[in-house]
């Protein structure tokens, strides 16, 4: 089992940046592809960044590719997304998430353990 807490969100004006963290705690974390989704008002969750198990490689959302960075650090059970150059349309619960059966994956419903969601509130 995993359980994770996110937290660093925040309101911020566009073009600012914002880091958030991912606190995990379960033996498994190591093991696990990390991710960040978020979800808009009236809006599905949708994906962000992963990262593999070992950090060594990352996949993002065309939407915040160049803006955004994933990392992970195993040792300490963490995992980070700084967000930098944000936009209006960044706006949304940011929500940490961890899928154990998969090297990589993007998709929502391959996700095993999820964090309660931090806010995310980029003013124009």
């Known amino acids: 089992q995993v359980q994770l807490v996110e937290s660093g969100g925040g309101l911020v004006q566009a073009g600012g940046s914002l880091r958030l963290l991912c606190a995990a705690s379960?033996?498994?974390?190591?093991?696990?592809?990390v991710g960040w989704f978020r979800q808009a008002p009236g809006k599905e969750r949708e994906f962000v960044s992963t990262?593999?198990?070992?950090?060594?490689?990352?996949w993002y959302a065309d939407s915040v590719k160049g803006r955004f960075t994933i990392s992970r650090d195993n040792a300490k059970n963490t995992v980070f997304l700084q967000m930098n150059s944000l936009k209006p349309e960044d706006t949304a619960v940011y929500y940490c998430?961890?899928?154990?059966?998969?090297?990589?994956?993007?998709?929502?419903?391959?996700?095993?353990?999820w964090g309660q969601g931090t806010q995310v509130t980029v003013s124009s």
């Open positions: 379960g033996d498994t974390f190591s093991s696990s592809v």
């Open positions: 998430a961890a899928a154990a059966r998969y090297s990589w994956t993007t998709r929502t419903r391959d996700y095993d353990y």
């Open positions: 990262t593999s198990r070992s950090g060594g490689r990352v």
